[in-house]
């Protein structure tokens, strides 16, 4: 049988834990290994362990951490000879509401993503970088280090984004944490996604599984699901419809799921949404049985968890995962890529910056 291993690492100590991922029986989950071993493994791409472990609510990487982070890159950019200049400046009280919130009469506001400004940082992104079709006037002007601050503006308001999602449920919901692994590699190439490829946004929707692999989303942009829930179900006005993307491209790269399921079984509020949301398509002219709007994941293989974890209970991979927040080494067949670095080394940005040279 087919699998992919990956093996994760205590930084600290250098012990190590691994799990293997079994492929799905569908064509992007083959042409997605395909890619795996030859695009990234056999050339050893830089894996981007800065936006790695989402939704771990208890994380070196936290909220004081991430809004430190993101000023430094800010300046960066501020400093640069591109002519943008980014007024915001981030803090922990920035971004959310405080536990202060969680009392008296705004109890639904306590530990809430305040998406007002995590909207303005994501702008930001947008502008400097456009999309992959419609790259920006300033990517052209960009030095490298003021590339590498434009693309850490996207990959820390998403980290921020899970981080307090899971602090939030770890307070209200616990069984719905929302841990994940997200495996991006520097300069992945991309392939087209094919009508075959994408059937699996029509049998999977928007449901995830404990365990569940995925596809990546490669590209720049806001899906439609991202503007109904961060913008309030807004009428999609063509000024609206410019800033949504769907997913044209599939990678190497991967996503894995660490939460426990959500699908129309298992969780009715879910099913509540998915609903609403095919509504909203519906009511702005939209098919949501069209597979070309990219509504929902796509499914390319799974954990075998009792082999790797031996157990199928969350909390327990959980508890088992936490100190080992650290891919060391992925194998496929006879390629493996073993990645010695870790993102809280003095080095580690020098050693991303000779990546994107």
Known sequence: MKSVKVVLRNYKTNELIDYNIIPED????EDWLIALENDILKTNLHLEKNFCFHGFPYT???LDFLCKELNKHIFTINQSNIDYIIEEWFSSDVVRYGEEYAVGDWPKLGLRLKHDAMNKLHNHFEVLQGTVENPSTYTNQMSRETTYAVRQLNNICHEIETLCLSQRKLVQSPQWVRPSQITTFLKAPRHLLTDEHRKGFIDNEYSRELGGVYMHWCQI?????EVFRDEGAPELTETVC???THLAYYSGEFDIEFGNTINRETAPWHVEEIDSFNTWLT?????PKDPK???GYLKIGHIDLLNSFGTKDALQIWNQ???FLDIYKIEYKGSSATYEYHWSDTDYQQIQLMSLK
Not at 283 to 287: M, R
């Open 26 to 29: 569908n064509q992007l989950a």
């Open 60 to 62: 070196q990487r936290h």
């Open 221 to 225: 942009g806001k899906t439609l699901m």
């Open 242 to 244: 410019e800033a949504i």
């Open 283 to 287: 009511q702005n002219g939209f098919n």
């Open 293 to 295: 709007l990219s509504s």
């Open 321 to 323: 995962l936490g100190n």
